[in-house]
């Protein structure tokens, strides 16, 4: 059995939905709940939740926001730190502890292509047609689709439906962040 370090729901507000690997049932998720690959997480109108991973790195789902856990690997001798998410829709804020070692990866999968960090804080919108938004709010950010890759500079954010190749990142930040001053870019 693979090795499966201790992640958990450590933040709920509202109604905030779990559903274990190989369950049919979305069950209410709970402070405290520990989750495991295969598991999905998705946050109701007016909730919001946030996950913490074994390495102490955390996403926030805001209202509206489903993932999916689909890698978590803590390093050990023979295996690197992989922490690998889908997101189908919504919007998730990720902080994440500096990856010391470059073939360990934080990755959240949309179907518009891949945003990747190490050590850094970004923020990523899916809207219901699927496209995607990808914010660099600190560090090194880079989204990848249709076999092309951008570095996306810290206040910048870089965009693409499902299909295409991201685009050329823009001076920008998410709404939210604006509205409420939750940083200082």
């Keep these: 059995a693979a090795f499966s370090p201790l992640t ?25 709940s520990t ?9 109701e109108a ?14 926030d789902l805001n209202s509206g926001t489903q993932i999916s856990l689909d890698e978590l690997v803590n390093k050990t001798a023979t295996t690197t ?9 919504g919007e998730t804020s990720s902080k994440i502890n500096k990856l010391v070692d470059s073939s360990s990866r934080y990755e959240i999968v949309t179907q518009s292509g891949v945003a990747a960090v190490r050590g850094s804080e970004m923020i990523v ?24 890759e951008v570095m996306i500079p810290v206040g910048s954010v870089s965009s693409a439906k499902p299909g295409t190749a991201p685009s050329a990142p823009q001076p920008g930040i998410p709404p939210t962040i604006k509205q409420s001053n939750l940083t200082s870019i």
């Design 125 to 148: 919108q899916v809207v219901l047609d699927g496209t995607t938004s990808v914010y660099n709010v600190e560090g090194s950010i880079s989204f990848a689709s249709q076999g092309q």
């Design 81 to 89: 730190k992989t922490i690998k998410m889908g997101q189908i829709i």
């Design 35 to 43: 989750l495991q690959a295969g598991d999905k997480i998705k946050t």
């Design 8 to 32: 958990v729901l450590s933040v709920v507000q509202g109604d905030v939905l779990i559903k274990k690997l190989g369950s049919t049932n979305w069950n209410t998720g709970k402070e405290g």
């Design 46 to 59: 007016g909730a919001a939740a946030t996950v913490t991973f074994f390495d102490g790195s955390t996403i």
